[in-house]
C-alpha cells in the first residue's frame, strides 16, 4: 500500500479536496482515494501533487513499510 | 455523483432490456401468421400476455425517452464531458481522470470476464426452444449491467 502526507499538506495549506484537484485536474474524489491510500496515482499526477503542495514526490509518498525521511 | 447519468446508465439498461423483453417474450408464447407475399403478419395473443407486452412497450418508450432527455440535460450541464448518444462507446464509461479510468476498467475487467464465461455457455442454448434463448439472453444483458453497477457504485459511494 502506497502511504502519503496529501491529507496533511493540503490541511496545511488551507485546500480543500475540490481545490487541489481542480489545481491538479482531477475530481475530488480522486483527491479522496489518494489520501486514503486507495488509489496510486501515476506519476504525472504525483509530480503536479509535490508541486502544488510544495513538496518532493519521496516526501509526499512512501511505500508501507518504509521509513518515511 | 450517484445522481450522474454515466452512473446510473445500466439501471436505464436495465430498465429498457426488460422493456423489450416483456414484448419479445410474448410474442414468442403467441401465434403468429404471416401473409404470403407480403410483409403483414397477424398476432394472436391472449389477455395477459397482451397486458404484458403493452406494459413492455411502455417500458421500453419511456425508458428510450427519458435517456434521451437524461443526455440532452447531462450535456447541457457539463458541455467538457458530453455524450454522444450515436456513438457506440457506452455511456456509462466515467473517464473524468485517471481514477475513473482505472474504476472504468476494472468495471468493464468484471463485465469481460462474466461474458467470457456466460457466451461459451450460451451457445448451448441453441439447443433450447426460442423463448429460452430469448431469456437467457436478457437475462445475460441484466447481469452484465448490474455487474458493472455495483463495481461503480462501490466506488462512488466510498
Known sequence: MLNNRVKELRARYGF???????RVNVTRQTIGFIEKGSFSPSITLSLKL????????????WLEGDEEE | MTKDLRVQMPLWNIAAIVGLGAI??????????????????????DYILGLISLCGIFLFVVTCILVILKTIQFNKENPNLKMNMFSLTP???????????QVTNNATRKVYTFLSCAIPILT???????????????????????????????????
Open chain 1, 50 to 61: 509535490a508541486k502544488e503542495l510544495k513538496t518532493t514526490v519521496d516526501e509526499l509518498f
Open chain 2, 124 to 158: 448451448i442454448a441453441v439447443f433450447l426452444p426460442k423463448i429460452w434463448i430469448a431469456f437467457l439472453l436478457i437475462l445475460v444483458v441484466i447481469i452484465q449491467n448490474l455487474i458493472y453497477y455495483v463495481e461503480i457504485r462501490k466506488y462512488i459511494l466510498n
Open chain 2, 24 to 45: 419479445i417474450i410474448p410474442m414468442l408464447l403467441s401465434e403468429i401468421r404471416w401473409f404470403d407475399k407480403d410483409l403483414i403478419f397477424s398476432l394472436k395473443m
Open chain 2, 91 to 101: 455511456g456509462e464509461y466515467i473517464e473524468d481522470d485517471e481514477m475513473f479510468r
Open chain 1, 16 to 22: 480543500s479536496q475540490s481545490e487541489l484537484g481542480a
